[in-house]
């Protein structure tokens, strides 16, 4: 079955990589790929992606005749975003929570788990017509 896992954090969150150092930074960012490269091994990955900053984010609404209304997005009421993503083909959901819960202890400051929460949504398919 298909996972989407979501990767949320907060604006105070995020902007504790700005008071990481270089090294701190470096490990969070191997911690990542490392997992990436061992569910790609096990033919369970089928994408992951960092995200921008939310200052580039963009809602799109369809306005008169269809045409794009592009706003500025999220909100500055909102308090969590989303920071990136995995789609994931396991064989249960004991193993996405598994692979969810490894994610979530990324390294932050001085190596210490961030246990940031991982957002996991089945991907659905569309019925047969």
Do not use: C
């Amino acid at each position: 079955m298909k996972y989407m896992l979501m990767m949320t954090t907060t604006a105070q969150s995020w902007s504790s990589f700005g008071a990481m150092t270089t090294e701190e930074v470096r490990a969070h960012i191997q911690f990542m790929k490392d997992i990436n490269v061992e569910l790609a091994r096990t033919k369970e990955l089928v994408d992951a992606r960092g995200l921008t900053m939310p200052n580039e984010t963009k809602v799109v609404r369809a306005g008169a005749g269809g045409a794009p209304i592009v706003t500025d997005g999220p909100f500055p009421e909102t308090k969590e975003f989303l920071a990136g993503f995995w789609i994931l083909d396991v064989k249960s959901p004991e193993r996405v929570y598994e692979i969810a819960a490894k994610i979530s202890t990324a390294p932050g400051r001085g190596g210490a788990p961030m246990n940031f929460p991982v957002e996991i949504r089945p991907v659905g398919s569309a019925p047969e017509v």
